[in-house]
């Protein structure tokens, strides 16, 4: 015989309904949902995000630390950062900031004298360009071993010094304003021994393609202030002073020399190179042999001059 129709409680009914959406996980064996989209996630995307948080929060997150404990992770004070201007590795200015980790381009050093040319910097090969100073040590136009002449001048370095021997005609004060054109440190040169003189001598005959009967290049030695009136010759070490500031200790005076050849006893110096009285009282290599001095007035035109400054 033909089957009842199956009856359902209307009670039952009504608590199916209650269920018409997906039902909630109970158990930790199945695959979660984005509550956001209702689509299944596998955990991957939620570690980038976290990884992603985590990198770009680790700089703040270091000088915050740092901050807080005076030291950086590895134990290390915090330094301060520099910005380099042109990526050549020498930093410039103001600290940017002061931090376990350098910002982008900075670095840890602020000795760059151009931050502009990344072809100067310090232990940069100094060259001849216009008094530029390349490699940042105060010097400009000096030797390098890519830079042997420079505006008709020697160049060379010999017994911790830097010389230049220049064949440019000028006056006593003048060619020591063109030694101060290379760097404070640079004077017209004071040579303190006999080898220099040696040297200081082969320096400035390498200027001439043949030697010349005098040389009469101005060095870094005048007669003192408290002398200036005076016709006598003096000869002595106190008499003299040294542009560089050091205390006169060597002498090599050519025969007959110092003379004070022309002095007028009858006027008072108002200046080491007052042209109105006459004396000599300035010092030049002179000996083509020796390099022996002589005495000469300041206001004279020399065949050039010798520049020298102690290496930095």
Request: hydrophobic share 35%.
């Amino acid at each position: 015989m033909p089957r009842s129709p199956l009856r359902v409680a209307p009670a039952a009914l009504a608590l199916a309904g209650c269920f018409h959406d997906p039902l909630p996980q109970l158990t930790g064996g199945s695959t979660p949902l984005d509550p956001s989209t209702g689509a299944a996630t596998t955990g991957e995307t939620d570690a980038a995000t976290s990884a992603s948080q985590s990198a770009g929060s680790t700089s703040q997150a270091t000088t915050d630390a740092a901050s807080s404990t005076g030291t950086c992770p590895m134990g290390q004070p915090p330094q301060a950062w520099y910005l380099d201007g042109d990526g050549d590795g020498h930093g410039a200015g103001d600290p940017l900031t002061v931090a376990c980790d350098p910002p982008p381009g900075a670095v840890d050093n602020a000795d760059d004298c151009d931050d502009a040319l990344a072809d100067v910097h310090p232990g940069a090969d100094e060259q001849c360009n216009a008094l530029r100073d390349d490699d940042c040590d105060g010097l400009r136009d000096e030797y390098s071993p890519q830079n042997l002449e420079c505006g008709g001048c020697g160049l060379a370095e010999f017994d911790g010094a830097t010389w230049w021997a220049c064949a440019a005609p000028t006056t006593f004060l003048a060619a020591e304003a063109v030694c101060q054109s290379f760097g404070a440190p640079v004077h017209l040169a004071h040579i303190t021994d006999a080898d220099q003189l040696a040297f200081a001598r082969d320096l400035v005959l390498a200027r001439f393609a043949a030697p010349p009967n005098l040389l009469t290049y101005w060095i870094g030695l005048h007669r003192a202030e408290a002398i200036w009136g005076d016709c006598g010759v003096h000869p002595e070490l106190a008499a003299w002073v040294a542009l560089d500031g050091a205390p006169v200790t060597f002498l090599a005076w050519g025969s007959g020399e110092p003379n004070n050849y022309g002095c007028d006893p009858q006027c008072t110096p108002s200046a080491l190179d007052d042209p109105t009285c006459p004396r000599e009282q300035c010092a030049e290599l002179f000996n083509v042999q020796t390099g022996a001095y002589n005495d000469r007035r300041c206001t004279q035109t020399s065949l050039g001059h010798l520049c020298k400054a102690p290496l930095p």
